[in-house]
């Protein structure tokens, strides 16, 4: 169990001090995440703290390649009216 960063990350260190294993690693293109130390914050956090603060959405995917933050969800919700 282990989530992963994937090309788009924009190395904002963002997720870095957050993450609770210090498992997120500099390394370009991009930041990565060491599986041996990514618990997912399942033992800490309700949520993964990385994919929590990541500002760009789809970087950070699960064990199955689905983002954590997928395209659209952090849009503003569209105004009506």
């Known amino acids: 169990m282990a989530l ?3 090309a788009g990350c924009v190395n904002c260190w963002a997720c870095v001090s957050l993450c609770p294993h210090q498992a997120i690693i500099e390394a370009q293109p991009h930041f990565l995440i060491d599986p041996l130390r990514c618990t997912e914050c399942v033992d800490a ?3 993964p703290q990385c994919a929590a603060i990541c500002p760009v959405e789809g970087v950070i995917v699960d064990e199955l390649g689905e983002p954590l933050n997928p395209p659209g969800s952090l849009s503003p ?3 009506v009216g």
């Open 4 to 6: 992963e960063i994937i």
């Open 45 to 47: 956090h309700a949520t």
């Open 77 to 79: 919700p569209a105004r």
